[in-house]
């Protein structure tokens, strides 16, 4: 069941399951990230990757991360920029912000795909957030010889700010201090990925939470797609079913939709993340000063 873009009836009754939720659970996907500007294509790339894309006939960022570099000198050169503006630098727009204002004094809770950071750099608690899929920030043995991982923020800064001609020097090239073999980025692609001390934590947190929020419970999906559907949109579809005084609330720009069988409970709203909860925001603030 999918909804179309005329969505003020649908606005009305999110900011309604907002506001009586005993407890929000909010699964986030790449798309909101992009909704805060983080996109991968055209001016941004064209600001921080012209030279890779000229030279080596890619237009996108994530093209870029697949390319097989001749020299680690050269791959770490495209990484490092990429690692940098998408997790050191705040994203264009203040969606996240806009998130925290809705639900930071509500009890939440936030599962995410997204490894850029955004969630903790708007403020959100980092004890309610669980990055299932690792972080642009952390380093692991590419082996991975050992389940720990480790803060990159001064290895990257280093490596943007020494580079040269697509190259960083040699001696930046990250290797693990323990065997010794290269370091990779601690990022969900295959079987080596690290689920550090500090993952188990927050995957334990998660599940607790959801063990112990009973009543009205609003599973709120921002922008998660189709990629990985079995981390957040079919458990919260699944969820949701086993509960019937929750609500599914689903916005993603041209794919917000849920089964039939969930149309009752479920509010899907096709349009722009940030446009949405902006005006969320507003009704909420509205309906504060009629009280």
Same mark, same amino acid.
């Given at each position: 069941?999918?909804?179309?873009?005329?969505?003020?009836?649908?606005?009305?009754?999110?900011?309604?399951?907002?506001?009586?939720?005993?407890?929000?659970?909010?699964?986030?996907?790449?798309?909101?990230?992009?909704?805060?500007?983080?996109?991968?294509?055209?001016?941004?790339?064209?600001?921080?990757?012209?030279?890779?894309?000229?030279?080596?006939?890619?237009?996108?960022?994530?093209?870029?991360?697949?390319?097989?570099?001749?020299?680690?000198?050269?791959?770490?050169?495209?990484?490092?920029?990429?690692?940098?503006?998408?997790?050191?630098?705040?994203?264009?727009? !203040?969606?996240?912000?806009?998130?925290?204002?809705?639900?930071?004094?509500?009890?939440?809770?936030?599962?995410?795909?997204?490894?850029?950071?955004?969630?903790?750099?708007?403020?959100?608690?980092?004890?309610?957030?669980?990055?299932?899929?690792?972080?642009?920030? %952390?380093?692991?043995?590419?082996?991975?010889?050992?389940?720990?991982?480790?803060?990159?923020?001064?290895?990257? %800064?280093?490596?943007?700010?020494?580079?040269?001609?697509?190259?960083? !020097?040699?001696?930046?090239? !990250?290797?693990?201090?323990?065997?010794?073999?290269?370091?990779?980025?601690? %990022?969900?692609?295959?079987?080596?990925? +690290?689920?550090?001390?500090?993952?188990?934590?927050?995957?334990?947190?998660?599940?607790?939470?959801?063990?112990?929020?009973?009543?009205?419970?609003?599973? %709120?999906?921002?922008? +998660?797609?189709?990629?990985?559907?079995?981390?957040?949109?079919? !458990?919260?579809?699944?969820?949701?079913?086993?509960?019937?005084?929750?609500?599914?609330?689903?916005?993603?720009?041209?794919?917000?939709?849920?089964?039939?069988?969930?149309?009752?409970?479920? +509010?899907?709203?096709?349009?722009?993340?940030?446009? +949405?909860?902006?005006?969320?925001?507003?009704?909420?603030?509205?309906?504060?000063?009629?009280?």
């Amino acid at each position: 069941m999918k909804y179309t873009k005329n969505f003020s009836a649908e606005i009305d009754r999110l900011r309604k399951a907002v506001s009586e939720a005993d407890a929000i659970i909010i699964g986030a996907g790449a798309g909101l990230s992009s909704s805060a500007g983080f996109t991968y294509s055209g001016e941004r790339f064209e600001k921080y990757f012209s030279d890779f894309g000229k030279k080596y006939n890619f237009q996108d960022m994530y093209s870029g991360g697949f390319y097989p570099y001749e020299t680690p000198e050269e791959m770490w050169a495209y990484w490092s920029r990429y690692i940098y503006i998408n997790r050191y630098l705040d994203p264009p727009k !203040p969606v996240y912000s806009e998130l925290l204002k809705l639900v930071g004094d509500k009890d939440y809770f936030v599962v995410t795909t997204n490894v850029d950071h955004c969630f903790q750099k708007a403020g959100f608690d980092k004890e309610r957030l669980f990055y299932t899929q690792g972080d642009y920030g %952390l380093f692991q043995c590419s082996e991975p010889c050992h389940n720990k991982t480790y803060d990159n923020k001064e290895m990257i %800064l280093d490596m943007v700010k020494y580079q040269q001609d697509m190259k960083i !020097p040699t001696e930046l090239i !990250p290797h693990c201090p323990v065997c010794g073999k290269p370091m990779s980025m601690n %990022l969900r692609s295959d079987d080596t990925f +690290v689920e550090d001390e500090g993952w188990h934590r927050a995957a334990k947190r998660y599940v607790d939470f959801l063990d112990t929020r009973k009543g009205k419970i609003l599973f %709120l999906e921002l922008g +998660v797609g189709f990629n990985t559907p079995g981390i957040i949109k079919y !458990p919260f579809w699944r969820m949701t079913k086993n509960n019937s005084r929750a609500i599914y609330a689903c916005i993603n720009f041209g794919d917000a939709g849920c089964p039939l069988e969930l149309k009752k409970q479920s +509010v899907c709203i096709d349009g722009d993340i940030g446009e +949405v909860i902006e005006e969320l925001v507003k009704v909420a603030k509205m309906k504060d000063k009629e009280w």
